[in-house]
């Protein structure tokens, strides 16, 4: 990732960044967790394509951003 990203070879950034890294994913977690309920009233199969279209939208913006 440290390449990839040119996070630099600095260990304190790179444990730092590496570590925020991880913490969000544990975070999206317990927030999807917590109103994980008010999205399901609408039905699964709808709350399903929200987050799947969310999820194309940040996928994309990711593309572009790395690409150049």
Same mark, same amino acid.
């Given at each position: 990732?440290?390449?990839?990203?040119?996070?630099?070879?600095?260990?304190?950034?790179?444990?730092?960044?590496? #570590?925020?890294?991880?913490?969000?994913?544990?975070?999206?977690?317990?927030?999807?967790?917590?109103?994980?309920?008010?999205?399901?009233?609408?039905?699964?199969?709808? #709350?399903?394509?929200?987050?799947?279209?969310?999820?194309?939208?940040?996928?994309?913006?990711?593309?572009?951003?790395?690409?150049?």
């Amino acid at each position: 990732m440290r390449y990839q990203l040119s996070w630099g070879n600095e260990p304190s950034a790179l444990e730092l960044k590496t #570590t925020i890294l991880t913490t969000s994913s544990i975070v999206g977690i317990a927030i999807g967790s917590i109103f994980g309920g008010d999205f399901i009233k609408y039905g699964r199969r709808n #709350t399903v394509i929200r987050f799947n279209f969310i999820g194309l939208i940040g996928s994309v913006i990711a593309l572009i951003l790395g690409f150049w």
